[in-house]
């Protein structure tokens, strides 16, 4: 069964405006983790959070994790049309750090 | 270096027969795991091995799935007896050891039973 869960399911916005996607998870987690797909094919790791971190940067990105609200957040400031994929979150829970578990996604599209 | 591998990346096979995918992983990733995504959907997870044993078969559909893994390198995902909700793309991934690793992700096999 899917963890994580995106929102929203669709972005749209213009070129040089932010982006800020939602995951939610039930269970306690060890790590979450952002992944970016393209093209319906291999997904491309972004940026992972750890459970003891509140807030963590990478260019461009920027993710937040709030445990007591078992929510993240990813933030892309400034978008690029060549920041349109799909964006997918996914948990290593607590109890069973062996595998992960992905959301449905959000897809974003970036309007030039 | 070479990233993960799968093959084929396209196999359209016809309702009730078996098939084969592969993925090779990158050399010296002791995890290896199988996912399936269905069109505009997340990722279902299938199965992860950590060496050659998969510790968490929970995620296979049904008993027609199958995987295994040799050598801690290569792995099969077999499909028996396809039927037509099968038709998905699987993708691999491999990370230095199960747990809070990052994942990479092979292109995938887009599956289409017909």
């Known amino acids: 069964s899917q963890q994580g869960e995106e929102d929203p399911q669709a972005l749209s916005i213009q070129e040089g405006e932010n982006a800020t996607m939602n995951c939610s998870y039930k269970t306690s987690i060890n790590n979450l983790q952002w992944y970016r797909q393209n093209s319906g094919r291999g997904l491309v790791h972004l940026i992972l959070i750890r459970s003891n971190e509140r807030e963590k940067h990478s260019g461009r990105l920027r993710v937040t994790l709030d445990t007591s609200k078992k929510s993240s957040s990813l933030l892309i400031t400034a978008s690029r049309a060549a920041d349109t994929a799909s964006y997918f979150c996914a948990t290593g829970e607590h109890l069973n750090n062996n595998d992960m578990r992905f959301g449905a996604g959000t897809r974003l599209t970036v309007k030039p | 270096g070479a990233g993960v591998s799968q093959s084929p990346s396209n196999k359209v096979t016809e309702k009730g027969k078996d098939v084969e995918l592969r993925c090779d992983p990158i050399s010296g990733h002791t995890a290896l795991y199988w996912y399936r995504q269905s069109l505009g959907q997340g990722l279902e997870f299938l199965i992860y091995f950590q060496g050659n044993s998969a510790p968490d078969k929970s995620g296979l559909p049904s008993d027609r799935f199958s995987a295994e893994r040799t050598g801690g390198s290569v792995s099969t995902l077999t499909i028996q007896r396809t039927q037509q909700e099968d038709s998905a793309v699987y993708l691999c991934?491999?990370?230095?050891?199960?747990?809070?690793?990052?994942?990479?992700f092979g292109p995938g096999t887009r599956l289409t039973v017909t």
């Open positions: 991934a491999s990370s230095l050891a199960a747990g809070s690793y990052e994942q990479y």
